[in-house]
């Protein structure tokens, strides 16, 4: 195998690779001007206009207000690592920051599933402070990821809006009934818990192949956020958009805590100072400016047809979430996760 940077950030930490090869020196020795490098990765690509508008713009922010002290050293678009990839780095200290979709890592961070808790995210997307930078949920958040030494920097503002079910013109869904036997592509696993009593067949698929699925049939739908559907042009293979709100994510900036605390107080209020300007802009502008006024025109002008469920489908489904809340509380502990849940619905 090659030596590239990144086999080594696969394989190993800086650390460990570079006293293998080279008797403790590192391979990729920090700049001697700078005081402070960070490495950052997400995989997100720019097809996905509106969640690449964030770390593109939190890392703009560090370079022009990190000062001489402060290089920044970021790899977007999966270059440097994949999707799967990043959460194992950050742990081994082989990158100092990411951006990952909360999602993708609740089996791993079982409290960003609060993020995307069917029942939850309706009030969440409704109600974006409660996620705000000094928000009791946030700071519940941050307690519990720092058992795993993680700390997440910003949760962007409050969460997207919710991911619907999107459905082939060869297999329409308009209804939780029309759900059953389906083959449904799904990424959370709240989603996943909250289909289950219908009888569904989850199938784990990346965005990038989902395209094809529905193309060859196959899968019939898709639990997906409108990103993914205008990024991945999954619009040309859809007839219906069921909008259910049933799971829902952010894009979040995380460090290990650890790092963190080590950081000097210039890099660390540059840091601050990016998180906050995430915050104030990744979701807003994500749900306000560009799905509003670019996606939604494009998606429905191609002729997917928009389904409101019923008052009697959103009490079923809202029924049957509970099994999903119960399950997750197991995961996070009991205290902890009817906290979170209070918190989100704005009843605590």
């Known amino acids: 195998m090659p030596i590239t940077r990144r086999n080594l950030l696969k394989y190993g930490t800086f650390a460990t690779a570079g006293a293998t090869l ?37 890392v703009d922010y560090l370079e022009q207000n990190g000062g001489e002290a402060l290089t920044v050293d970021f790899y977007p678009s999966g270059q440097l690592l994949k999707a799967d990839e990043q959460l194992p780095a950050l742990r081994a200290g082989s990158i100092d920051f990411m951006f990952h979709t909360t999602s993708y890592i609740t089996r791993s961070l079982p409290i960003l599933g609060i993020t995307g808790l069917p029942g939850v995210v309706g009030e969440l997307y409704r109600n974006p402070e409660r996620l705000a930078q000094d928000s009791p949920l946030f700071q519940l958040i941050n307690e519990e990821l720092a058992k795993d030494n993680l700390y997440m920097l910003s949760s962007g503002g409050g969460i997207l809006e919710p991911e619907y079910i999107w459905s082939t013109r060869a297999s329409p869904i308009t209804s939780l009934e029309a759900l059953r036997g389906k083959k449904i592509r799904i990424v959370g696993f709240e989603a996943t818990k909250a289909l289950e009593p219908y009888a569904i067949a989850a199938v784990r698929i990346p965005s990038s192949e989902t395209y094809l699925a529905l193309q060859r049939g196959t899968v019939d739908a898709a639990v997906a956020n409108i990103s993914t559907v205008y990024g991945r042009s999954l619009f040309e293979q859809l007839g219906t958009c069921y909008e259910l709100p049933m799971t829902a994510f952010t894009v979040a900036p995380f460090m290990l805590r650890s790092r963190w605390d080590a950081l000097d107080d210039g890099t660390r209020q540059a840091l601050q100072g990016a998180s906050q300007w995430y915050s104030d802009n990744f979701a807003s502008y994500c749900n306000d400016v560009v799905y509003p006024d670019k996606y939604w025109p494009a998606i429905k002008e191609a002729g997917v047809k928009v389904v409101e469920p019923s008052k009697e489908d959103l009490a079923a489904f809202n029924e049957s979430t509970q099994g999903v809340w119960n399950d997750w509380k197991e995961q996070v502990g009991q205290d902890v996760g009817e906290r979170a849940i209070a918190l989100a619905l704005g009843q605590a």
């Open 22 to 58: 080279f008797g403790g020196h590192s391979l990729f020795a920090r700049p001697t001007m700078a005081a402070t490098t960070l490495t950052g990765v997400t995989y997100i690509t720019p097809s996905y206009e509106a969640l690449s508008y964030g770390s593109n713009g939190f």
